[in-house]
């Protein structure tokens, strides 16, 4: 198994809403990434895990809050958000932590806020 | 911190034209070098990469790249673009030591049949 499984495909919310995204590999990835993508635009980085724990948050705002319950899943818990955070959510995961490693991405979770 | 610079925002070309997309870094130190393409729909997948030895590394469906150090350069090339390498790609670069890829603006490359 090669793949990033991201769930769910698309999201609708508003704004008092309480939703998550989901994302889980299987390649034994020690790893996880979250990157959000606006339309028209590249992946900027929002949260790294390695082995499990948090080692990178790109000043993201407290209304994303990640979790990796297991090395295999990373979930990204969605509170009280905005309509400017409408943007395609991508998971991604690498076999080691360090920069030598190729990235592998899921096909992403679109979110639109209302 | 870490910068990449696509030159190209869009372009276009006719089948079995030669591509070459730039792309240039602002980082003093070791680099790994990457670059991903989007196929409309899709999601990013890996052309090819660099991480030390010959610069001149190859990848899938017939890309190439070349990392010039003095140039902080690593621009993808192909000698004859084919309708379905229609697609945004992205260069990205990740300091040795850390796990930040960052990613180039990238380059919308339509090409007509």
Redesign the interface.
């Known amino acids: 198994d090669t793949e990033v499984t991201q769930t769910p495909k698309h999201l609708v919310m508003g704004m008092t809403n309480k939703k998550s995204l989901k994302c889980e590999q299987h390649m034994g990835h020690r790893?996880m990434?979250w990157y959000k993508q606006k339309a028209?635009?590249?992946?900027?980085?929002m949260f790294?895990y390695?082995y499990e724990k948090l080692?990178?948050n790109e000043s993201v705002p407290s209304r994303f809050s990640p979790e990796c319950p297991n090395s295999s899943l990373l979930n990204l818990h969605l509170h009280a958000l905005q309509p400017e955070d409408s943007a395609l959510y991508?998971c991604?995961s690498?076999q080691?932590?360090?920069?030598?490693?190729?990235?592998?991405?899921?096909?992403?979770s679109r979110l639109t806020v209302l | 911190a870490q910068s990449v610079s696509q030159h190209n925002h869009h372009v276009i070309l006719s089948e079995a034209a030669s591509l070459e997309l730039g792309c240039n870094y602002s980082y003093g130190g070791t680099v790994n070098l990457f670059w991903y393409v989007q196929y409309p729909g899709q999601h990013l997948q890996l052309l090819l990469k660099y991480f030390s030895g010959d610069p001149l590394v190859k990848g899938i469906k017939g890309f190439e790249a070349e990392f010039i150090k003095s140039k902080f350069s690593f621009n993808l090339r192909k000698p004859s673009v084919q309708w379905s390498d229609t697609a945004e790609y992205f260069c990205a670069v990740n300091a040795n030591a850390g796990n930040m890829l960052t990613f180039g603006g990238g380059t919308r490359l339509m090409v007509k049949p």
């Not at chain 1, 028209?40 to 980085?45: G, I």
């Open positions: 790893a990434y028209k635009k590249p992946p900027e980085l790294v390695s080692s990178i991508l991604a690498s080691g932590t360090t920069g030598a490693n190729v990235l592998t991405f899921g096909a992403g």
